[in-house]
C-alpha cells in the first residue's frame, strides 16, 4: 500500500486491460471459494476471478490468477529476518502459528473495527478496499477483541508466570483455537 498512488481499480495484464473490485468483502468471497473442498484449483481460479474482475479475461486463468493473487491480495507473511554476527540470515526455527481466520473471527473482526475506528463493515461493503481493510487490521489496538484473541492464540509460557496463569492461558488457547490448532 502506497499513500501516494490511489487504489486500484483496473490493470493491465497480457496487453489487456482488466477492471478489478478490490472491495473487502470481495476478496473475502474469494478466500471463501479456496476453502471448498469440492472443486478443482482451476475452477475456483476461475471463480476467484469471475468475483474480481468479471467473466470477461482474455488471459490463461492460471497466469491471470497468479499475477491478480500477487499483486493485489496476498497478504506478506512479515515475520522478520534474524541474523548472526556476521550478518547471514539465519535459518527460520518454525512456522509462524496462524493468528486470524477470517471467517472464523468475523464477529472479532467486526467488533474491533467498531470499537477502534467505528467502522460498520457491513455499511462499508462494496466500498472499503482490500488495501485499507489490510491496513486498519492491522494497525487494530492492543485493547480490541481481535488482538487479544491473536494475543492468546499466539502465548507461550515463560518463566516467571504462575502455574495457574499459564493452564487459564492453554485453557483460554483451546477456547479460541482455530482449526489447524486443534489438530496439533
Known amino acids: 500500500m502506497r499513500l501516494n498512488t490511489p487504489l486500484v481499480t483496473s ?12 472491495a473487502f468483502d470481495n476478496v ?13 484449483d482451476y475452477e475456483k481460479a476461475d471463480i476467484a476471478l469471475a468475483l474480481l474482475i468479471g467473466v470477461e479475461y ?7 490468477w497468479n499475477f491478480v493473487y500477487g499483486t493485489f491480495i496476498h497478504v506478506e507473511d512479515k515475520r522478520s529476518i534474524e541474523y548472526d554476527r556476521q550478518g547471514n540470515p539465519m535459518p527460520i526455527q518454525k512456522e509462524p502459528k496462524k493468528s486470524i481466520d477470517f471467517e472464523k473471527d468475523a464477529e472479532y473482526i467486526y467488533a474491533s473495527f467498531r470499537q477502534a475506528y467505528n467502522i460498520n463493515l457491513y455499511q462499508e461493503q462494496g466500498k472499503l478496499s482490500w488495501a485499507e481493510f489490510k ?3 492491522s494497525g487494530l489496538p492492543s485493547d480490541t477483541v481481535m488482538q487479544r484473541v491473536i494475543q492468546i492464540r499466539l502465548w507461550e509460557p515463560s518463566k516467571g508466570e504462575s502455574s495457574e496463569y499459564k ?3 492453554k485453557e483460554l488457547q483451546k477456547t479460541y483455537a482455530l482449526e489447524e490448532l486443534e489438530e496439533e
Open 11 to 22: 490493470f493491465v495484464f497480457d496487453g489487456h486491460e482488466y477492471e478489478i473490485d478490490l
Open 28 to 40: 473475502l468471497s474469494v478466500f471463501s471459494v479456496f476453502d471448498e473442498i469440492d472443486l478443482r
Open 58 to 64: 482474455k488471459s490463461n486463468t492460471n497466469d491471470l
Open 135 to 137: 491496513a486498519l487490521l
Open 167 to 169: 493452564q487459564a492461558m
